[in-house]
């Protein structure tokens, strides 16, 4: 009986042991897989920061388990160190590129590479790759930013797109980024090349690269544009959120930690680098003066034109400090990062838009639009080089671009796409031939995602911009009855001024005007000029619109029973002599006072 009660008491211990044993197993080996296996070199991920979207945005999911406090500057450090430079180097320090005395051998290689890119490539290719652009110059309180390790800073993959692009530039962009992103947070460097037919982006470059497996190669066969070598470096990428960057660039220390933060924080943010400019003579890179904070956001005008403004008093109010996002009604769409899958959620882009131009207003409209936001952040720094023109063409020019603007105003921009076609007369032949593409499918996404309204966009995200009647009273060309001449003002360097003096001509292409209910007449293709009366030196001629109101005593017409514009301020009326647009004293007999509104056929 006691051998037995010995036995029982033995064989229970032992299975209890065996069980907390397994227990400690099991519990350990689901401890093990479950938690980051570089604890200390925490790396998040977008997906797991908001979880999957729902109906337009992330939804918030548990996250792996990671360290307190701030990632330290050695868990930042970048991919490759930057090799010693001489500060007495061309350009070193980003200082402008001076050469001795060119020999003529050297003038004709400026020259030849002038023609070639459209910038000094002379200087360029005479200025290290690894340039170090010196002190870092942001404001303090980008310097004092710091990044939580908890959930962690997503990883990147950077895309750069290039076509023929000079070699100095494009090792230079990517040495910039391998010498200042973190290598913890950078996934890759993917090169997309949109079909170069230099001999030196093809096998050579791929040889360059061969041994630094980070750095990727993909190659469009034939040539199709920006966007779509774009889509295809995101369908390749592997970090959670895309980086996209021209391939003339420099990027500023610190640039990428504040959009991949603000994207942690904010996954529907569409975020770009404050971009500064590199000179394209001298490649002089100009740094951030950390005294002077006047920021400039996208805008656009209603011919469908990115342009910039200075950021207004309500944003700037709205601003903490300078690690604070700026909201920007439009972007560049040159340089900026957003989460792939976001990108993917909202649309990528249009890919049935061909080559460039439009796409970056396309995705500003669709982003606000549709919930999320599109944000410049100041304490990332990224240099460009600005061209005065572009050195590469594309099939059908200027017309390829207007096809895919006539896709954005169709698909975003509701009744206001007429403003564009009136603005635009080839725009809206285009949009009469019915030759821009079908465009139900972005249609289909508009109506998927629940987008808002393009007035809706006006009032919220840009009201500061003006608003054109979407039907005016009349609008076409002023045609003088009397003289038949047609009211008329020729283009300074490409694009009309304020102050111009008009003319009356013949001329078949005419500019169109609008008269507006604030009985204002603006010229269509410009929208911010106006006709102003200048009666003490009886003249008229065209002068920025006064106000988004009530419009200024100059700039008020109206038009008489016997067809006069007369301005009621002065009490004279827009005459013509000698082919001169005059005010002179209405007189509803005279020939050269009557005017009515034609249309081009």
């Keep these: 009986m006691h051998l037995y009660s010995f036995r029982h008491k033995r064989s229970l211990k032992i299975a209890v042991s065996s069980f907390l044993c397994l227990s400690f197993i099991i519990h350990f080996y689901f401890s093990y897989t479950l938690t980051p296996q570089h604890p200390d070199l925490p790396s998040g991920n977008v997906k797991n920061l908001r979880g999957s979207i729902q109906s337009g945005m992330f939804t918030h999911s548990s996250v792996p388990k990671c360290p307190p406090g701030f990632y330290s500057q050695q ?21 402008p590129f001076v050469w001795r005395r060119m020999t003529a051998e050297e003038e004709k290689e400026e020259s030849s590479g002038y023609k ?17 652009l010196g002190e870092d110059t942001r404001p303090p309180d980008c310097l004092k930013q710091k990044f939580l390790r908890c959930p962690g800073l997503p990883t990147t993959s950077v895309i750069i797109v290039f076509h023929n692009e000079a070699w100095s530039t494009l090792l ?5 980024v391998l010498h200042t992103a973190p290598a913890v947070l950078l996934a890759e460097i993917l090169l997309v090349d949109d079909a170069s037919t230099d001999d030196h982006l093809k096998a050579p470059l791929d040889e360059y690269w061969r041994n630094l497996h980070i750095v990727h190669v993909l190659r469009q066969k034939e040539r199709k544009g920006l966007i779509t070598a774009r889509l295809m470096g995101a369908q390749a990428a592997q970090g959670d959120v895309l980086t996209f960057l021209d391939s003339h660039c420099e990027c500023f220390p610190g640039w990428l930690e504040p959009l991949l933060a603000r994207i942690a924080q904010e996954p529907t943010a569409v975020v770009s680098p404050k971009i500064n400019n590199i000179d394209y003579k001298s490649l002089k890179f100009h740094k951030p003066d950390p005294a002077q904070q006047n920021y400039s956001r996208g805008n656009f005008d209603w011919r469908l034109k990115f342009g910039w403004e200075r950021v207004p008093w309500e944003e700037k109010k709205r601003r903490k400090n300078e690690t604070s996002p700026i909201r920007t009604p439009t972007f560049a769409g040159g340089l900026f990062s957003v989460s792939k899958t976001y990108f993917e959620h909202i649309g990528t882009y249009d890919d049935q838009m061909e080559f460039w131009g439009g796409e970056n207003l396309e995705m ?74 079908d465009v139900s499918e972005r249609r289909k996404l508009r109506e998927k995602l629940n987008c808002k309204s393009f007035s809706w966009y006006l009032n919220n995200i840009y009201p500061e911009a003006y608003r054109p009647d979407v039907r005016p009273i009349i609008y076409g060309q002023l045609n003088n009855t009397g003289c038949g ?59 920025s619109c006064k106000s988004k109101g009530k419009g200024a005593a100059e700039q008020v017409w109206i038009f008489t029973r016997t067809n006069q514009m007369k301005n009621p301020s002065s ?22 006072q009557s005017w009515v509104f034609i249309r081009a056929k």
């Design 75 to 95: 868990e930042l450090r970048p991919h490759l160190q930057r090799p010693f430079q001489d500060p007495w180097e061309p350009g070193a320090g980003g200082k």
């Design 116 to 132: 070639k890119n459209q910038f000094n490539q002379f200087a360029s290719d005479h200025i290290s790759l690894h340039r170090n």
């Design 172 to 176: 230079r962009t990517v040495y910039s």
């Design 364 to 437: 500003s409209f669709r982003v606000w639009m549709c919930g999320g936001l599109l944000e410049i952040i100041p304490c990332s720094v990224v240099g460009h080089i600005f061209r005065k023109k572009s050195p590469h063409s594309f099939p059908n020019g200027s017309a390829t671009i207007l096809r895919n603007l006539v896709r954005l105003a169709e698909v975003w921009m509701d009744e206001y796409r007429w403003v564009f076609y009136r603005t635009n007369r080839k725009a809206a032949s285009i949009f009469r031939a019915n030759s821009y593409g």
């Design 485 to 543: 001449c047609r009211l008329d003002v020729e283009k300074t360097k490409k694009h009309w001024e304020a102050g111009q003096i008009l003319k009356c001509n013949n001329r078949e292409e005419a500019q169109y005007f609008e008269y507006t209910s604030q009985k204002e007449i603006r010229l269509s293709a410009g929208i911010e000029l106006c006709l102003h009366a200048n009666p003490e030196m009886t003249l008229v001629f065209l002068e």
């Design 571 to 592: 009490g004279k009326c827009v005459s013509v002599a000698g082919g001169n647009v005059i005010l002179s004293r209405c007189k509803s007999t005279s020939v050269g």
